[in-house]
């Protein structure tokens, strides 16, 4: 009687912090470039929206229209590229997820924007969790902030594409930086 007693307090312990995990790592909501775009336009944050804009990440929904997509696309028996789930994946921000966490503000003609490799932005896009987290008092990850390293990248930029020929990470990351500048920070970092 006691071993099974022990199998399910194990039992127990296990599903408990299988929820706990899945709870963790619940969908956030995306808000939408707008709601970036907010902050993240003036010259004193680092203009990340006009670099994003024009930055081929844009153009991800929109190059879907082309003559150069529709080709690829009738070669794999893709009539609209721009309804396929084979390219939307990649060329849009939040394919697939429920409607629920779309916000508002949130557009998939603005193609591959700041939440498709940033995280959704329910948790951290107000400006007093933003100005917590570069001030170091919140962990970003804690807030659905990620800092994209090359395995966020290469989800899309990988031979499952058709127009794929290669990818450096070092030299693409170079191409799209857009950091706040270093005496911003430190403005944050002096208030309070």
């Not at 993240?40 to 991800?60: T, V």
């Not at 529709?70 to 893709?78: F, V, W, Y």
């Not at 800092?147 to 290469?154: A, I, W």
């Not at 990351?173 to 706040?180: A, Q, R, S, T």
Request: proline share 4%.
């Amino acid at each position: 009687m006691k071993k099974y007693g022990i199998f399910a307090l194990l039992f127990l312990f296990l599903a408990g912090t299988s929820m706990f995990a899945q709870k963790s790592k619940a969908q956030r909501k995306f808000m939408g470039l707008k709601k970036c775009k907010i902050c993240h336009k003036k010259p004193a944050q680092g203009e990340q929206y006009k670099k994003w804009l024009e930055g081929p990440h844009a153009k991800a929904y929109k190059t879907l229209a082309g003559e150069k997509a529709l080709k690829i696309g009738k070669e794999k028996g893709i009539d609209n590229p721009q309804t396929s789930e084979k390219c939307l994946k990649c060329h849009v921000t939040a394919f697939g997820v429920d409607a629920a966490f779309l916000g508002k503000k949130y557009d998939m003609k603005d193609g591959v924007g700041c939440e498709s490799c940033h995280g959704a932005g329910g948790d951290y896009f107000k400006k007093k969790t933003m100005k917590a987290i570069v001030n170091g008092e919140i962990e970003p990850s804690s807030k659905g902030l990620t800092l994209p390293d090359e395995k966020v990248c290469t989800k899309c930029h990988n031979d499952e594409s058709p127009s794929f020929k290669s990818f450096n990470f070092k030299e693409a990351k170079e191409k799209i930086e857009h950091p706040i500048p270093a005496e911003r920070k430190a403005k944050y970092k002096k208030a309070e």
